[in-house]
């Protein structure tokens, strides 16, 4: 299975994003998109990873991180097995290199990270 995250960038403070995280190869597992949950993390500048958002493989239970909620939105389409992350009213807090994920029971595939920096 592989990951490809897409859609960081700079912007202002106040601006949104939308990052994208393409999955495939699940043909050989015997396994779908949709088995898995879901998510992200990031990194932000001298500090550890932290879970941003995940979603169901169904779509219907999500998380969010304290710092995010209602800033941030997590969804899925799986038929194109891909995530996404929405984040509006960014602040410069939230810059850090964003890594999507997929999980299932203790297999966890990450994607390479994508970089968003949030200018004040």
């Known amino acids: 299975v592989q990951l490809q995250a897409f859609g960081g960038g700079l912007v202002q403070a106040g601006g949104s994003l939308r990052l994208s995280c393409i999955a495939s190869?699940?043909?050989?597992?015997?396994?779908?998109?949709?088995?898995?949950?879901v998510g992200w993390f990031r990194q932000r500048p001298g500090k550890e990873r932290e879970a941003v958002a995940a979603?169901?493989?169904?779509?219907?239970?999500?998380y969010y991180t304290d710092s995010v909620k209602g800033r941030f939105t997590i969804s899925r389409d799986n038929a194109k097995e891909t995530m996404y992350l929405q984040m509006n009213s960014l602040q410069p807090e939230d810059t850090g290199v964003y890594y999507c994920?997929?999980?299932?029971?203790?297999?966890?595939?990450w994607g390479q990270g994508t970089q968003v920096t949030v200018s004040s």
């Open positions: 994920f997929a999980n299932l029971g203790r297999t966890v595939h």
């Open positions: 190869g699940f043909s050989d597992s015997g396994l779908t998109f949709s088995d898995y949950a």
């Open positions: 979603v169901t493989g169904s779509g219907d239970g999500t």
